[in-house]
């Protein structure tokens, strides 16, 4: 991959906590890094489209949300670590406040048949809607039938042998792992 | 033990098992927030999971009306802190560190390992949240359309949510 190309000079921190705070206060149904690309690459210019790529890949492999994590590696690539918090209180900022308002509401109305309705049918939606954009993904990024080895290991633990996360992590994330270990050209399988 | 302390404890955990974003991490979320801290119901983390999906940003701000619950608004700020911060810095330092691993064999390997075992996790909290969503066949039906539409077609998300709280006022209501 090409080297990261250099960013814009004059962008401020308050530039940057404004576009992060537009984008969190903006993004609806879950599609953060859609909204994210369209700003960042589209309007604003201050990455292109194989940087963005490239700090998503490390987005999703290390923990954390994905829109937050992008809002910490692109922050800092733009201005350092002031530059990292500021992306990452803009883009809470709106879901926070919101998130608190809301709660408090539901602390009071929340067993009203008419609101338990609602939330129960967004929730059903909801499951429809991760499933779909979890096989969007997997369309994309899992093309051997070893990683489907890996899936189906995961889910089966989770759901079935009920293992936390962190034992999970190390058993099969470490085999996954292990599996795609660097090789030399005599130790690869024939294709 | 201190609620306050508790909290930080528990979404701190959480927020470095994230692979795979928030979704990941569910069915831990729930066995400790529910079964092991008792803060709420199954049925109400439900709702509030619902509730961060009608706000804007990322769904997961969810985690700040658990923390609202349990301890006000300190309990709220706590929460949200204790489950950014960590990944946070996290990202930081290894976001800095990656670009020099550039030439380091195992750097794909460890990205190309976890990419199959996030999307296991991620389809294993969707199968907790199944649980306690897709209580009928109704809320089946209303799963399924949201699935096939937008594989179908380029409809904004946000919209199938809206559609999914009018199908449910309609079909949960009146019972």
Known sequence: ?191 | MNQLTLLIGVFAYLSLLAVGGGMAVFPELKLLTVDVHHWLTFPQLIHLYSVGQLSPGPNMMMVTAIGQRVAGPLGALVVVIAFFLPSGLMTFGVGRLWVRLEGWPWRDAIQRGLAPVSIGLVIAGTITIAKGALTGWKAAVIATVVFIFFLRSRINPALLILGGAIAGLAAFAAG
């Open chain 1, 1 to 191: 991959m090409s080297e990261p190309t250099t960013p814009p000079a004059d962008v401020t921190i308050k530039e940057i906590f404004l576009t992060f705070l537009i984008i969190g206060a903006t993004s609806f149904g879950g599609g953060v890094v859609a909204y994210l690309r369209d700003s960042l690459v589209g309007k604003r210019r201050w990455l292109d489209d194989s940087d963005f790529i490239r700090m998503l890949s490390i987005s999703q492999t290390l923990p954390g949300l994905n829109a937050t994590n992008m809002a910490v590696l692109v922050g800092d690539r733009l201005r350092g670590a002031a530059g990292a918090i500021a992306a990452m209180l803009g883009i809470c900022l709106p879901g926070g406040l919101f998130m608190f308002a809301a709660g408090t509401m539901y602390g009071g109305h929340g067993e009203r048949p008419f609101v338990s309705a609602m939330l129960h049918g967004v929730a059903a939606a909801a499951v429809g809607l991760i499933l779909a954009v979890t096989v969007q993904l997997g369309r994309k990024s899992l093309d051997r039938a070893s990683d489907l080895v890996f899936v189906t290991l995961t889910v089966t633990g989770i759901n079935l042998l009920h293992l936390s996360i962190p034992y999970l992590l190390l058993a099969v994330g470490g085999a996954a792992v292990w599996w795609y270990r660097p090789r030399t050209a005599a130790e690869r399988p024939e294709p």
